[in-house]
């Protein structure tokens, strides 16, 4: 774990969900693929935290293979109409990508369930 490391994901975090700065975006996602347990931490709670902003960013990036599956998961966490229109598009992708996108749009199905229930 780095302070600094920490330091500077959480400005990107800021950066990211207050303005929208695509280089802090592309900060976040670089962190979700680092070393650091606490740095990808912090770096999908702030993608989750920013919403319907960071769909387009992760979708791009994951397409791209600039990003893993980790990132393509934080798409069930942020939920709505766009994270499931994105990964039920993703589901058709071969390997990797697709299954992954197949696994997130269940947990999807499972979070909207439990939140159904619990209405």
């Known amino acids: ?28 996602l670089d962190a979700m693929e680092g070393d650091d347990e606490q740095e990808r931490m912090l770096a999908g709670m702030s993608l989750v935290t ?8 992760i979708e791009h990036a994951v397409r791209a293979g600039r990003s893993s599956t980790d990132a393509l998961r934080l ?3 942020i939920g709505g109409h766009r994270s499931r229109t ?20 269940a947990l999807l199905d499972r979070i909207d369930t439990a939140g159904d229930e619990s209405a």
Do not use: Y
């Open 1 to 28: 774990m780095s302070l600094g490391g920490s330091i500077k994901v959480m400005s990107a975090g800021m950066m990211w969900r207050t303005f929208g700065a695509e280089l802090a975006g592309r900060a976040l």
């Open 86 to 105: 994105v990964l039920t598009e993703l589901t058709s992708e071969p390997g990797d990508l697709g299954e992954a996108a197949a696994r997130s749009l």
């Open 75 to 77: 798409l069930a966490d």
């Open 50 to 57: 920013a919403g319907e902003r960071s769909i387009d960013l």
